[in-house]
């Protein structure tokens, strides 16, 4: 009776080892699971919040673009009407030349 009860006991403390490895293997299999889906749902934010951030990004590069262009057009504009002005000023000075030099001609074959 003894010698069963022993056996008995140690053929339980087997069996409560074996027992306690198998839900400790199930358990870190269960939590590297959750890890792993864990991961994969922050990574799947972190892209989102990637993708938003470079199209919030790129939102305020077109706005800066449009900007700079909207001021390089007006200065071209505005460096366009000084040159017409330049430009007429040259041609009204060189026809008022050409015409008191048409004059003085035509008055010296009148006399």
């Known amino acids: ?17 074996k027992a306690t490895s198998i ?6 299999h269960t939590r590297r699971q959750s890890y792993m889906y864990d991961l994969a ?6 892209n989102i919040y990637r993708l938003n951030k470079a199209k919030k990004e790129m939102q305020k590069l077109r706005s800066i673009i449009s900007a700079q262009s909207f001021v390089r057009g007006y200065l071209l504009r505005k460096k366009i009407v000084v040159m017409n ?5 040259i041609q009204k000075t060189f026809r008022g030349h050409t015409r008191r030099q048409s004059y003085m001609y035509d ?3 009148i006399t």
Do not use: D
Not at 2 to 17: H, P, S, T
Not at 41 to 46: D, M, R, S
Not at 85 to 89: D, N, P, R, V
């Open 1 to 17: 009776s003894f010698v069963r009860g022993y056996l008995l006991r140690k053929k339980i403390v087997v069996m409560n080892e």
């Open 23 to 28: 839900q400790k293997t199930f358990r870190g």
């Open 41 to 46: 749902n922050i990574t799947i934010l972190q």
């Open 85 to 89: 002005e330049k430009a007429t000023s």
């Open 107 to 109: 008055l010296a074959n």
